[in-house]
């Protein structure tokens, strides 16, 4: 009897050992079986003081309906729910065999604490199938956290003096800030001057420094010394630089970026008076004056314009564009005036120069010319002779000798 009672248990056990799914190799029991997975976190990794939204997949691999099934997501920090937000999910029934696309999905949205601290945190779930009669408590579930601000930034950049001429030196100071929550290690910049386009190179020390650590929200201060080599036209360069760094995690850190460094220098424009024709007061004649660029630095769209003034009248047109002169060249501008009767030995042309250099920065230069004027005595004394006056006299010399000269022939005819 004994033995045949423990033959018929021993054959029920092994018939429910059949027909119950294995969850772990994926097949399908008699029963109620839930399986909750993650299915993903958005953003992933999440980000301190910021939302994180989870969705997880609810599958039903056994072989029965659930009844009234509720789920629960257990908080705990860094994550949270908002106010009025409620932690439970209801699904009502979830039918038997409902895996994959069949299956029903959770959604939260949570907010990270702003102080959370990088790496894996942990949720869990706890359901029912029967009303709340009884609660299951699943598994762990990992959301990552890590700060988007996991970077070294440029805070500020200095250079002295800001705009370099060619041939000169200029120190740069990089200000870094860590902007993480966290340490960041082995911070190294690095100015990229490899380039045959870039005009610069390191003086009394390299093109890369490195500091050990940058505690979170501190700042340092890479200094470089540099030179612009003299034939460096005068623009804006952009210069390539390397941040890199590694977080506490030894994750590595490689980030490029750009610093901007104006190559130039003020324009010395030499304003003189070139030629005239007039050389006293009562009289017309051309003023010619030249500019000379003097700099290291070429300008363009270059504008010179004669101001009025009471010691002459200006007969020609005031302004005279010039365009572009290069450095170590010059150009030209003629103005007809008529000077009024002084008995100064000079009068003042007001000139406004408007120009503009390589970088596109406006210049507005005002200069006062100084034009001698000479008495009778001195003009002859010097050799000076008044063009206007030689003007008319071969005028008058050019009518009279036609004149003779038509009447002559008109005298021939008549003979």
């Not at 018939?15 to 190799?25: G, I, K, R, Y």
């Not at 004649?285 to 314009?305: A, C, E, P, Q, S």
């Not at 200006?314 to 000077?339: H, M, N, P, Q, R």
């Not at 008044?386 to 010399?397: A, T």
Request: with cysteine; net charge negative; glycine share 8%.
């Amino acid at each position: 009897m004994k033995k045949r009672l423990f033959a018929t248990i021993f054959l029920l056990v092994l018939c429910c050992s059949l027909v119950l799914a294995d969850t772990s190799s994926g097949r399908v029991s008699e029963s109620v079986n839930l399986q909750i997975s993650l299915l993903n976190q958005d953003p992933d990794p999440a980000q301190p003081g910021r939302y994180v939204e989870l969705r997880f997949r609810v599958e039903n691999l056994g072989a029965y309906s659930t009844g009234d099934t509720v789920f629960e997501l257990i908080t705990e920090y860094p994550f949270s729910l908002d106010t009025g937000e409620s932690s439970r999910r209801t699904l009502g029934t979830i039918y038997g065999r409902s895996i994959g696309d069949e299956a029903a999905t959770l959604y939260y949205k949570l907010r990270v604490d702003k102080d959370a601290v990088e790496g894996n945190n942990y949720l869990r779930i706890k359901y029912t199938v029967d009303g709340g009669k009884t609660w299951i408590l699943s598994d762990q579930y990992t959301i990552r956290v890590q700060s988007v601000y996991a970077i070294v930034g440029i805070e500020k950049v200095e250079t002295t003096p800001a705009k370099i001429e060619p041939g000169k030196r200029a120190k740069i100071v990089v200000t870094l800030r860590n902007l993480a929550s966290t340490l960041m290690e082995d911070v190294t910049l690095k100015l990229d001057m490899s380039s045959s386009s870039m005009p610069f190179a390191p003086v009394d020390s390299t093109s890369e420094k490195k500091v050990k650590s940058l505690a979170s929200g501190e700042s340092k201060d890479f200094v470089f010394d540099i030179i612009v080599l003299g034939d460096a036209e005068a623009q804006i360069y952009k210069l390539p630089i390397v941040i890199s760094y590694v977080d506490t995690a030894d994750r590595f850190y490689n980030k490029s970026d750009i610093l901007a460094l104006v190559v130039g220098g003020t324009p010395d424009i030499e304003t003189t008076v070139d030629e005239q024709t007039v050389y006293s007061g009562g009289k017309s004649g051309k003023v010619t004056v030249k500019f000379v660029n003097k700099g290291v630095t070429d300008i363009k769209f270059m504008n010179v314009r004669l101001m009025p003034d009471d010691g002459f009248d200006i007969i020609s047109a005031s302004v005279v564009y010039i365009g572009d002169l290069d450095s170590d060249d010059y150009e030209t501008a003629e103005f007809d005036i008529y000077v009024k009767s002084t008995r100064e030995d000079h009068i003042i042309l007001p000139l406004k120069l408007e120009y503009t250099d390589p970088n596109n920065e406006e210049f507005l230069q005002e200069v006062e010319l100084r034009l001698d004027l000479y008495s009778g005595s001195e003009m002859r004394r010097y050799g000076f002779s008044n063009s206007n006056g030689l003007i008319g006299l071969l005028v008058i010399v050019v009518i009279v000798g036609g004149g003779y000269y038509a009447y002559r022939r008109w005298k021939k005819r008549k003979g």
